[in-house]
């Protein structure tokens, strides 16, 4: 089956610095990829569409600056978290859209972020 | 209201039980997907549905789109279908693909 890959799958880091997830569609081409946020023993966040070649449409309440989002390719979208704060320790997961209009969805298997 | 609400939100079984997840929508939808999460796990996508019936292995989903409703059934329930079982429905109208989730129900499944 289809399968989608993030790295890393965890990353502790200090706060203030940046860390960039990366999202990728390992054996098919995605038009979108969604990034979510889930808190602990809450439901996934939608925070932004990511579409290839094109802007991300952010969620509101998502700061556009604070959580960068590149979608270079059909295959690849990275999320960047910029001057991260403790605040911002969660589990992040990306779903990556089968090209050609299909509402199928593969969902990666998430990052950890934790910021000190 | 959420727009997509599960029940039960706790479920415990006993080994071999056959079980029963529902889920209810309030939107017209495209598609209804059922996702799997373990503790501290990532997603895995268990069914999508826009009618009818699928079955995999010990896993069967349903949908009645009339009634805005579907259910997850897992026969022969064993300890490793201990998870989040979420239900998340594509809205047929302006959802640019977005997902609308429910907040989960938590199986645990005893030996």
């Known amino acids: 089956g289809a399968v989608v890959s993030q790295h890393p799958s965890w990353v502790i880091c200090k706060s203030g610095t940046s860390v960039k997830i990366e999202c990728r569609s390992l054996?098919?081409?995605?038009?979108?990829m969604f990034w979510y946020r889930q808190f602990p023993k809450q439901s996934l966040m939608l925070m932004a569409t990511?579409?290839?070649?094109?802007?991300?449409?952010?969620e509101q309440g998502v700061e556009k600056d604070k959580f960068l989002i590149n979608h270079a390719s059909l295959t690849l979208s990275t999320l960047t978290v910029t001057s991260a704060h403790p605040e911002d320790s969660s589990f992040y997961i990306c779903?990556?859209?089968?090209?050609?209009?299909?509402?199928?969805?593969?969902f990666g298997p998430g990052t950890r972020l934790t910021v000190l | 209201k959420n727009e997509v609400e599960q029940s039960p939100q706790n479920l415990t079984a006993q080994e071999g039980e056959f079980i029963t997840i529902n889920c209810s929508y309030s939107?017209?939808?495209?598609?209804l997907h059922w996702l799997q999460q373990h503790p501290g796990g990532g997603i895995v996508s268990l069914f999508m549905?826009?009618?009818g019936k699928k079955k995999h292995g010990r896993l069967i989903a349903t949908i009645n789109i009339q009634e805005k409703h579907s259910s997850l059934h897992i026969t022969a329930s064993h300890p490793r279908d201990s998870a989040v079982y979420i239900c998340?429905?594509?809205?047929?109208?302006?959802?640019?693909?977005?997902?609308?989730f429910g907040k989960g129900t938590l199986l645990t499944v005893n030996p």
């Open positions: 549905l826009s009618s």
């Open positions: 939107v017209g939808i495209s598609a």
């Open positions: 998340a429905v594509r809205p047929n109208r302006g959802s640019n693909y977005k997902l609308t």
């Open positions: 779903s990556a859209r089968l090209a050609g209009g299909s509402d199928t969805q593969y």
């Open positions: 990511s579409n290839e070649g094109s802007k991300a449409t952010y």
């Open positions: 054996d098919f081409q995605a038009t979108t």
